[in-house]
């Protein structure tokens, strides 16, 4: 009986095979997620258009944002804070929170989430979005079945 275990496996994602995905108005662009990294995490580069973003909710993922350029305003539990570049927040596990960008200019930033799966949701907006049957129901069926409380 051997005892020996696989070494991780490592992964390299071209750019040329990472579309951006429409979730509902913001370019979402998977650069990992679960099932390159033994669940542990996903990461999305995220832009936003002037007047986009996520409404106020919840999920069992906590996430990291990074700033990339634009200023991203971000409600959390209570707080209002504007990320500029550079700037980095924590959201823990079950806070309630949303996103904006409410200035004139594209906002950009890295989103971490643990555990991974989240890039699950961002692919199935895309084709709700892509489909023609988004709606606020069909939107908020989507959020539920990928754990996501809209507040």
């Known amino acids: 009986m051997s005892t020996e275990t696989s070494p991780p496996s490592s992964m390299l994602l ?4 990472t579309p951006a995905l429409d979730v509902f108005g913001t370019q979402v662009t998977v650069l990992g997620g679960a099932a390159q990294t033994a669940g542990v995490f996903s990461l999305a580069r995220i832009v936003c258009p002037p007047g986009t973003g996520a409404p106020p909710h919840t ?8 700033v990339l350029r634009g200023r991203l305003t971000v409600q959390r539990a209570d707080e209002q804070l504007e990320l500029l570049p550079g700037d980095t927040i924590h959201i823990p596990s079950g806070l309630p929170h949303a996103f904006a960008n ?6 950009e930033f890295i989103s971490a989430a643990t555990p991974g799966g989240h890039e699950h949701f961002f692919r199935e907006a895309d084709e ?4 023609g049957r988004f709606n606020p129901e069909t939107a908020g069926a989507l959020c539920q079945r990928h754990g996501i409380t809209l507040l």
């Open 128 to 131: 709700l979005s892509r489909s």
């Open 14 to 17: 071209r750019a040329q095979d």
């Open 102 to 107: 409410r200035s004139a200019a594209e906002t």
């Open 59 to 66: 999920h069992v993922e906590t996430e990291h944002f990074h």
